[in-house]
């Protein structure tokens, strides 16, 4: 009897050491594992830069609201009238991107030079007005392939830098820089630069084979370079630099320009574009007042007698 109950003690001893062992067994495979740390960080930081990534990108496709503006409605009278209506302004609409490339070397590329020294005025270089039209098409232009893109500084040249007048349309002096396309006839800009920092850009197109067209021709949506904002009429500041720029056909051999007490100032002719300035020392009501000659000194054309050309200032 005592055999058989050591024996069983011993067997209860043996039972419950075994329990323990696949009890411990089992807490040791339910225990859940440390928490993978190092992957879970990874996998947020990629998140997080896809979603940066996706933000940016569609940031870049927003496209900004144009700023409307007025200027002169011209009519067909005498140069005596002094009337103005609103239109709608033609200044790029804003956009982040732009279609700036650069060159072998890495150096961003540049616009082709005017005819002339003298169509850079002010002391302004050439170095200053590339730098300024390529950060405001950089700034100004849509994105490559839109409608709004406005190409890279390497399909412009410069034909005029004057110092610019600011206003109370327009606060600040700076610089204008008048650009022509040269892979699209007739296209180009006037690039507003402050402080070293774009400020603005216009753009317009001049159809020379236009019906009415005549052997000189400006296009209105320029008037920012030759008048300040019509809100100071009246009260202009001066000294007042201004400049005047179109397209002439090949058998304009000579452009002059008059305005106010200025002039009449013999225009620089640029591979089918005039480019004229002055400094204006008098408030006044009309525009400047354009002729162009042929090379026997014939007049071929009087601002006065086109009626497409806006005479009168708001």
Known sequence: MNGSGKQADRGDSGF?????????????????SSVPY????????AERRRRVALTGAALMTLAAVPVGAYAVAGGSGGRGADTAAPKPSVSAPHSTAGSASTTPGGTAA??????????????????QAADGLRKCLAAEGGPPGSAADLGG??????IQAIRSTGDSHDAGDGIYVTAVNKRSAGRWVICSVKDGVASGISTGSIDAGAPGAGPV??????????????????????????????AVEASVAEVTVSYGDDGPVTAALDHGWF????????????????????????????????????????
């Open 275 to 314: 480019a004229a300035a002055g400094v204006l020392n008098q408030q006044v009501s009309l525009a400047p007042h354009i002729k162009g000659y042929d090379d026997s000194g014939k007049l071929v054309y009087d601002s006065d007698q086109d009626g497409t050309y806006r005479r009168t200032l708001p």
């Open 110 to 127: 540049g616009p082709g030079k005017p005819a002339t020294d003298g169509q850079l005025l002010d002391g302004i270089t050439f170095t």
């Open 16 to 32: 419950e050491e075994r329990m323990r062992e696949l009890l411990a067994e089992d807490a040791y495979t339910i225990q859940p």
């Open 153 to 158: 500084a390497e399909d412009y040249r410069i």
């Open 217 to 246: 021709t400006v296009d209105g949506n320029g008037e920012q370079l030759y008048q300040q904002s019509f809100i100071d009429k009246g009260t202009w500041k001066l000294p007042f630099r201004w400049g005047v720029v179109g």
């Open 38 to 45: 190092p992957a879970i960080r990874r996998r947020g930081l």
